[in-house]
């Protein structure tokens, strides 16, 4: 699927909208697709290749690296799980951080799942697989068991408490009236540095955001080369391929490319 969307982008560009010819192609492509934001010029997030605004022509980004705006916010829209909105994009990392959507928003435990997330072009980076079980009566988890989180509030109810408890943990860790009530959960951590099941759990609940991270074939590696370097990456359209706009133009990139 990964290569029949890299094929496609390249057809795509071949028939787009904005052809790169002649002259310099850094500033014919920085020209035909400059930066967007929304909100404006004012707007916070840069939104450049590979990923482009869907009011931007097709050749401007890579196929399903499309952002749309609503007022000032940069929304990404999945096709289990809704629109987002993004908080941040690291060209770097080829990663995306994204806010869950307003239908979350109440209980974002609740029908959590990797298919409503993952797809051809995204995919989920650091997380705990977990499962959820129901309790006849509450316990405060013991400090020596860190795989063990809740009672979650939002999925409990008078004399019926609810606990996400680390996938690789065993039932003997929980009082002997809890029953698994869901499988096949995540929940999602940008490091897992010194941060315990607790403590991402909690801290989802919280923020209720997790990190994206994409991938099309022919785009990604050699985009992230570029940045690595300083540098912004940019397409081709006359020799179908990713090529670096250096930053060489007395110390700045070309002027429609600027920040």
């Known amino acids: 699927m990964s290569r029949f969307l890299g094929i496609l982008f390249l057809l795509v560009l071949q ?14 492509f920085c020209k035909a697709c400059p930066p967007s934001y929304c909100g404006g010029d004012g707007g916070l997030m840069e939104i450049r290749f590979p990923f482009r605004l869907e009011t931007s022509p097709p050749s401007c980004g890579a196929p399903g690296l499309v952002l749309m705006c609503s007022g000032n916010e940069t929304l990404l829209s999945l096709p ?10 690291d060209y770097v990392s080829s990663e995306l951080t994204i806010k869950l959507g307003e239908q ?10 990797f298919a409503k997330f993952e797809t051809p072009i995204y995919s989920l980076t650091g997380y705990y697989e977990s499962r959820l079980v129901g309790c006849s009566t509450k316990f405060m988890p013991n400090k020596e068991y860190e795989e063990i989180a809740g009672p979650i509030s939002c999925l409990s109810s008078k004399g019926y408490f609810v606990y996400a408890v680390d996938d690789y943990e065993t039932m003997s860790i929980l009082p002997s009236d809890c029953m698994v009530v869901a499988t096949g959960g995540f929940i999602p951590y940008s490091t897992a540095y010194n941060r315990t099941f607790t403590d991402v759990m909690e801290g989802f609940i919280r923020k209720q955001e997790l990190i994206l991270k994409w991938s099309v074939p022919g785009i990604r590696d050699e985009c992230m080369q570029c940045e690595l370097a300083g540098n912004r990456c940019g397409f081709s359209s006359a020799r179908n ?19």
């Open 241 to 259: 391929q990713v090529f670096c706009i250096s930053n060489n133009h007395h110390g700045q990139l070309p002027i429609p490319c600027l920040l």
């Open 104 to 113: 979350w928003a109440p209980c974002p435990l609740q029908n959590l799942s």
């Open 15 to 28: 028939a787009g909208n904005v052809m790169i010819t002649g002259g310099n192609e850094e500033e014919d």
């Open 80 to 89: 289990e799980s809704g629109k987002h909105r993004v908080i941040a994009i």
